[in-house]
């Protein structure tokens, strides 16, 4: 969804006319032409109208995030999605289809890590991961400022557990609660 549509989107949504919605922000025309995809709008300008009328700015976001974001994160999220699916469902074969995506894929390194540990918690060989693996797996963790904001480092961190010495793991949750 482009962003022009995703204000027609909330326009109609709080049951507003065109004028009602840039309200002396920009003309009707202007707008008009923005939710047709015809014209850019402005960052200030979009976010006068959208905190005007209290609209919730991470939800836009998300409906937009898809015409948006690079390949590089789509395929990322694509990739992260489908390996979570593959082992909530105790799917062997498919952990094993994205585990072979995603180590071969331009993907950060903190999910060819997550991928690398849910190899090994499919093939019940979590032990066989050594210690080099698991420093690599804490250096991500810790060279990553505010960690807990960061939803790639939080999802390596929330399936390293599993791996992860135990005070390791008190130290990041402490730190996690009292961050939040």
Known sequence: MTIGEALKKE???????ETE?????ITTSAYS???NNKRRISSDLLLEILLMHDINLENFLFKIKDTYSCEK?????NLSQKMT???NTHNKNEVKVCYKQIIKSNVSSNLKLRAEIA??????????????FKKVVIN?????ENWFFNINTLSLF?????????????????SFFQKV
């Open 73 to 77: 994160i789509r395929l990322e999220q």
């Open 158 to 174: 929330s399936t390293a557990i599993i791996i992860l010495p135990e005070d390791f793991v008190e130290m990041m949750m402490n």
């Open 33 to 35: 032409r923005i939710v």
């Open 21 to 25: 919605m840039v309200e002396n922000i």
């Open 11 to 17: 326009q109609e949504e709080l049951g507003l006319t």
């Open 119 to 132: 190899m090994a918690y499919i093939n019940d060989s979590i032990n066989e991961l050594d210690e080099s």
């Open 85 to 87: 699916v593959a082992i």
């Open 140 to 144: 991500n963790l810790t060279e990553t």
